[in-house]
RNA sequence: GGGGAAGUGCUGGAAUUGGCAGACAGGCGUGACUUAGGAUCACGUGCCCUCGGGCGUGAGGGUUCAAGUCCCUCCUUCCCCACCA
């Protein structure tokens, strides 16, 4: 046996070894707890950098620890394989995207198989394959059967040179243009399909089963943006009503103006002919503009008068219309009651454009208010004036007094609103799920029926831009008959968001090569809910808000269990180039894995990526610091064969107690800290006791056998974190196969416990002296042990202490 | 503008959650050993000092016997969202 550490000699013969014992498959075992450890899923648009490492491998090293301690652990891997990116990199190439994206993931595949995870392969996913997309429509269909998926007009960017729509990121620039053809981008309205997760929005602001991280709740909580208020019906002086959001109810009587959205569907009937044409150039230029650089924090309000004027329903008051761009379409009603006394953008509306502003709350400390005198709206509350019969209403009552006038006069009442849109699931793409739906001409929309899931995506499309969407473009895929009268009809030839493949990718994990339903209910009952979640904080409003609205959806149409799909979450931060900066091609300081493997082997690039940075904080990739790690690993490697040589010695009594004492205390510091997702402290734990072990070789009165021990039980604490080298040693100790089969190391508070301990004397809070006492020394005992020390004696020169504060344990605080 | 996270040696980072600041590493320095290895091993390494000690966790203030940790004000960096009525 070769006695130099070799990592490329032993991680792929183990690997291949754990593989062929199906060492990690996951059954199910009535016998044993559960636990459903979910990671992330990579996305196919490439192959993997370091950081995928940083996410995946301390997330492996808490799902061996936990299979350890007894648990029958779950850590299953897929490939979220739709989407656009994957399009455009094929469209790059020149290559097919599923050939492309394929080709990728059999790469991606070596690369999380070099890394040692106890991934159970068995059980991987794809969401572009047929099998797995087949039951993303069927969960569509769901949704369609049940008032959860509907259609609308919604507005996309449009090429009108390429004849397409664009996704956010490729529209480029301040001038918003296509980053194909540099064409600047419109606006266009298309009939598009929609979840109603705004259903859901108040029970996703509920988080009380959730061990999720504060930010993430914040974040979300945010991102739905509840806000309470009332809902008010102005109408136009022709009749026609504009509703209208406001959370400051109170505040209506000083309404002097309203604004629309530029696109807001009144404007047209409201413009009066000397208007109209401000009025279209103003709509014109904000369809281009609204969405501009909104970093332009302080941005100077703009807007034109429409000519129409409506009526404030509170008190009959006739007030100017205006169109503005502040006023979005997307949030409320898209329109407001501006009150410039109270609202700051309204207030620099007004004074731009002279318009009225009137004064009608009086909040503490103001004896009278004049609205020509003031330099700022005022949004503080308090007592109404200047508001008809609620005038002299205290600030605390006037909201819920002016709801119940309102509702009096039937003309508006308490109302919630939300920022969270409900979800656009279409995409006018090739690369993605098609939505299972056709349209006749005689029965309209018409589901595509269960039984002919899925609709398969066709292989033979141009899939180079040519302007129109692949799928339209094809000439006959698109041409099908009428599941319910037979006649001629048209599929849909959008596709499905790829963030609802990855709603319930957690599910297809359960069973993945099932066919009678998206998963098989026993493989449910067993393994769900989703234990611990691991991922990226750039997926906090996105992912984990669709993907806990789709079980809480399924839950309703008793599809799933439970109200929420994943108990635990925690984040890890990002790993950057070496010169601090996120990693990308363009800058050259992508750091490749094969290449970090090739170097120093799995394990030390494992333990590496859990020691260097603090795994929620992530940082830049040190090529320096690994050494700490290659060091490391060969220390523990050269003790473990040195062993074979080591004469026969007598332990002292002592120095055993003291290895024993740093193991069992090691053992309780690595489980706390791979509990508390602490890997670093992990990694630095068993160094020290490496080094304890190293001492007590070096002292000579460490014999053999004890040494052994000492070297087992710094194996099993290793195999998590570095789960070959642990698993090779583990056997040149002669111990039978697997490292990973064996039982946690038992904690042993009474062998973990310090005999003596360092008791540190301070005089006025400074620290003076340092004895060595029994650890189970007296309150009484320390003080006076404190009180004869000499170096206290001189500090408190003489004087009598005035009190003097024992801790327990730790230390001695006199104060004179 | 709103929200979130974080500021500790030359670097990554520890600190039992209010109790010895700088564990464990990297780097650097000095030395040992060399058939030179990706070496290895030993010792040292916050700043100042009159060698008694003094000062030190972004800045300033406060609470406390005791503050990196708690409270207040401010500064800096990173991330997310952005005219939210």
Redesign the pocket.
Known sequence: MEERYKP?EIEPRWQARWEADQLYKAEIDHQRQKYYFLTMLPYTSGDMHIGHWFAMTPSDARARYLRMRGYNVMFPIGFDAFGLPAENAAIERDIHPKQWTYKNIANQRRQLRSMGAMWDWSREAISADPSYYRWTQWFFLQFLKNDLAYKKLSPVDWCPHCNTTLAREQVIGENRVCERCKTPVIKKDLDQWFFRITRYADELLDFSLLDWP??VK??QT??I?R?E?ASVRFETEAGDPIE?????PDTLWGATFM?L?PEHSLVEKLTTDEQREQVEAYIHQAAR??DIE??????E??GVFTGGFAINPVNDERIPVWI????????????????PAH????FEFARKYDLEVRPVILPKGYDSLDGDEMSEAIPAHGEMINSGPLSGTPGDEAFERTIDFLKSKAVGEFSV?Y?LHDWLISRQRYWGAPIPVVYCPECGIVPVPEDQLPVELPDDVEWRPTGESPLKFHPTWKTTTCPDCGGPAERETDTMDTFMCSSWYHLRYLSPGYDKGPFDQREYDYWMPVDTYTGG??H??MHLIYTRFFHKACRDLGITEGHEPMLQLRNQGHILGPDGQ?MSKSRGNVIDPDEQVA??GADTVRAYLM????W?????W?P?????????L??VW?LVYELKDMPAAETEAGIEREVVRKIHQTIRHVSN?LE?F?F??V???L??L??EL??AR?GGKFGPAELRSGLESLLLLMAPEVPHIAEELWQELGKPYSIHKQPWPEFDPELAKEDE??L?I?V?????D?ITVPAEISEQAARQAALASE?AQ??MEGKEPS?V?V?PG??V?I?V
């Open positions: 490329e504060e930010t914040t974040l945010n991102w943006g806000s208020g209208v959001f406001t959370t400051r604004v959205a503009q609204s909104r970093e332009a924090v302080d941005k309000k703009t503005a761009d502040y006023v979005l379409m997307t949030y409320g009603t898209g329109a407001i009651m501006a009150v609202d700051q953008r309204d609103n920022r904080v750039e906090a409003t996120r170097m120093y020691f260097g940075n603090r929620t904080e992530g940082g830049a040190n320096e610091n690994i050494q700490g790690v290659v060091r490391w060969n220390r050269t800290d508390q602490e670093n402290t990694i630095s734990a160094m020290e490496t080094n190293y001492a070096d301990i360092t540190v301070q006025n809070g400074k620290v003076r340092r170096a001189r500090f009190e504060i801790v730790r230390l605080n104060v």
